[in-house]
């Protein structure tokens, strides 16, 4: 009857607290919605300068070849070299088309035409996405030539391969389909963890673990007492995000909404069971509060594959994501709503959030060492 009696008693100063019940329901729906619309991943409406030196009817169509690609919105024609600098100083363009003086004579001469593009490079991920928007408009526009001069001669190009697209998992490629299925790892990781902390921390502080101390609860009874409750806090949590991702940010749903409660759970229960290790090594609410920060908001930015791809890190700082539970469950959530697999492609990951959760569980059992009064 002790652990009941501990539930209880921690749901009660979870409803009496103004600020838990804040931080746990409405700070988590701040980030959702801010990180949902402030994060994009996607290059689109792309400020263009241009500038036309040669002013004829070719450069023109290569002008409006970018403009009816939907990416790039022509804002400034420029009439100079220096113009074209300032242009990408200031920050008023991404690229910028330098077409050549002789370019329609050399097209006309079956020359080549070079055309430069200046991009800004300042964010090197958008401006190699740029660059290969831009580089795949040049070359469709000398196709379109080649094929005009060859239909000249009387020869009709034939191409001997054709490529088809298709997009699987993502198929408008928005990044808000990515983006929000990587928060929920995030969102839960950030704020039960500090809660848990808190809560025990508030205990030392105020003296009241006292009474833990000198009554027959056994350390793993009192661990449990503390996780279960703020576990349920975190999984409402989870169920909230999940609700404002599904039915505000419309994001698709293929995989086994059963499978993703399933390992919600265990994933809460892992995050509970970080706050409660941490609240083992401080002994101030302040001191917990920037430890939780530190293990886990920053490290399930940086390594769970969140927003950079841990296929491109090195590989010491790929061994090194293992370390954070964010990622497997970064992973597991992803796959459920982007691909819809399922348990055969889930279990290693699921596994591996098992034996952490675990792992904590006897740390902090271990760590909690009763006192006689």
Do not use: C
């Amino acid at each position: 009857m002790i652990l009941p009696a501990l539930i209880k008693k921690e749901f009660k100063e979870i409803l009496r607290d103004p600020v838990t019940l804040g931080t746990a329901i409405l700070l988590p729906l701040v980030m959702l919605f801010l990180f949902g619309y402030a994060i994009s991943l996607d290059v689109k409406d792309i400020s263009m300068a241009v500038y036309d030196q040669d002013r004829s009817q070719d450069s023109q169509k290569l002008i409006e070849a970018f403009t009816a690609s939907g990416y790039f919105i022509p804002k400034y024609h420029l009439d100079s070299g220096q113009e074209v600098n300032e242009a990408l100083d200031r920050g008023k363009a991404a690229i910028a088309i330098v077409i050549p003086p002789d370019f329609s004579k050399s097209i006309n001469s079956y020359r080549k035409a070079e055309v430069q593009i200046i991009l800004d490079g300042s964010f090197s991920a958008t401006a190699m996405i740029v660059s290969n928007y831009a580089t795949s408009i040049v070359n469709s526009y000398s196709m379109d030539l080649m094929e005009e001069y060859l239909a000249k001669k009387g020869v009709h190009l034939e191409h001997p391969a054709g490529l088809i697209p298709r997009v699987w998992y993502n198929p408008p490629m928005k990044s808000v389909n990515y983006i929000v299925p990587g928060l929920f790892a995030v969102l839960l990781m950030a704020f039960p963890p500090m809660l848990t902390a808190l809560a025990i921390v508030r205990e030392k502080e105020r003296g009241t673990i006292e009474q833990v101390y000198v009554s027959p609860i056994s350390p793993p009874v009192f661990i449990l007492g503390k996780i279960i409750p703020y576990g349920i806090t975190a999984f409402g949590e989870m169920l909230l995000i999940l609700a404002v991702g599904t039915l505000w940010f419309r994001i698709p749903f293929k995989g086994s909404i059963l499978l993703l409660v399933l390992t919600s759970i265990i994933y809460v229960l892992t995050t509970v069971g970080i706050g409660l290790f941490v609240s083992t090594l401080t002994k101030t609410q302040l001191g917990a509060m920037l430890l939780s920060l530190i293990v886990t908001l920053m490290p399930s930015f940086l390594f769970s594959g969140f927003l950079f791809p841990i296929a491109t890190m090195p590989y010491m700082m790929q061994l090194y994501t293992y370390f954070f539970p964010a990622r497997y469950f970064n992973d597991i959530s992803r796959d459920l709503f982007l691909k819809g697999v399922g348990l055969e492609y889930l279990w290693f990951n699921i596994l591996l959030l098992v034996v952490y959760a675990s792992v904590l569980f006897v740390l902090a059992s271990l760590r909690f060492k009763k006192k006689v009064a």
